[in-house]
């Protein structure tokens, strides 16, 4: 079984950062990749960033530039840095793992851009 934490969202103006966090718990055998989904307000839930196992990253276009998806020192911790926000990417983001045929979620943390 794998369990997923959030952590790192907030409110902050347009222009500024924020840095979100996934801890993983449980075995990361068999973990192929791992990606951040957002879902704003009557939108559908939308992938934001992956990384593979091997390291092989892939964006959005609306993100490419500003995000950026990497693991943290241990390795079963995930980072999305995201620069230069933009009001229209206020949403709940969610840190998800891929096992085979299996995805994990976590709760999602909020992120709000506005001035």
């Known amino acids: 079984q794998v369990q997923l934490v959030e952590s790192g969202g907030g409110l902050v103006q347009p222009g500024g950062s924020l840095r979100l966090s996934c801890a993983v718990s449980g075995s990361m055998l068999g973990i192929s990749a791992m990606g951040w989904y957002r879902q704003a307000p009557g939108k559908e839930r939308e992938l934001v960033a992956s990384?593979?196992?091997?390291?092989?990253?892939n964006y959005r276009d609306s993100v490419k530039g500003r995000f950026t998806i990497s693991r943290g020192n241990a390795r079963n911790t995930m980072i999305l840095q995201m620069n230069s926000l933009k009001p229209e990417d206020t949403a709940v983001y969610y840190c998800t793992a891929l096992r085979g045929t299996d995805t994990y979620w976590g709760q999602g943390t909020q992120v709000t851009v506005s001035s």
């Open positions: 990384i593979t196992s091997g390291d092989r990253t």
